[in-house]
């Protein structure tokens, strides 16, 4: 069974920094593209940022650019976002969602992982 | 960036009805267009992906169809666990983005 578990996820004060990470299993975690998704409270879906299987390739949402940064660890099964520059408006669950093939694009999201909340104090 | 707009934002219906929300692209994206349903509290799961590709173990009566900039999220009729928020999101390019969802209510 696929599964996907966030960690990492707590209160930050705003411009402080935090990592998150999403530990996978039940797949080959080298083979796929993934991407972290977050949700503010009471607020719709908004794709954060996404790498391709190697992690070679990078991508990320305007709002985030500059600050995040996505990585992975194949040997150890594990995607990461490291955020800095924390803003009030990063306040969201974050999600990790597996991709069906190696790269971000043409895709979908299948499974998600949890979520972590992610709250950032002003 | 493209813009994903779903329409309507809310709804309200009873069991059996058949339920149709729509997702209008700000530019062609061909058929790369995924269906998400999202209950409170929980992941959102993968219903249709491709435009029309039913993912395994969702039920028949989900459909999608569109190409370009126009799709369709259709619930032919409509069962008491389907009362849920539903997005769309394109994958065509990057930034990836996604609708501000559609909430489907009990009537």
């Known amino acids: 069974e696929v599964q996907l578990l966030e960690s990492g996820g707590n ?55 500059g600050r995040f940064t996505i990585s992975r660890d194949n040997s150890k099964n594990t995607l990461y976002l490291q ?16 991709g069906l093939g190696t790269t971000v694009r043409y895709n979908w999201f299948d499974p998600w992982g949890q979520g972590t909340l992610v709250t950032v104090s002003s | 960036d493209i813009q994903m707009t779903q329409s309507p934002s809310s709804l309200s219906a009873s069991v059996g009805d058949r339920v149709t929300i729509t997702c209008r692209a700000s530019q062609s994206i061909s058929i790369y267009l995924n269906w998400y349903q999202q209950k409170p509290g929980k992941a959102p799961k993968l219903l249709i992906f491709a435009a029309s590709s039913l993912q395994s173990g969702v039920p028949s009566r989900f459909s999608g169809s569109g190409s370009g900039t126009d799709f369709t999220l259709t619930i032919s009729s ?13 994958s065509y390019s990057n930034p990836l983005t996604f609708g501000g969802g559609t909430k489907v209510e009990i009537k």
Not at chain 1, 44 to 51: A, I, K, N, P, Y
């Open chain 2, 78 to 90: 409509l069962q008491p666990e389907d009362f849920a928020t539903y997005y769309c999101q394109q």
């Open chain 1, 83 to 98: 955020m800095s520059s924390l803003r009030a408006e990063d306040t969201a669950v974050y999600y990790c969602a597996k």
């Open chain 1, 11 to 65: 209160l930050v004060q705003r411009g402080g920094s935090l990592r998150l990470s999403c530990a996978a299993s039940g797949f080959t975690f080298s083979s796929y593209a993934m991407s972290w998704v977050r949700q503010a409270p009471g607020k719709g879906l908004e794709w954060v940022s996404g790498l391709s299987d190697s992690g070679g390739s990078t991508y990320y949402a305007d709002s985030v650019k």
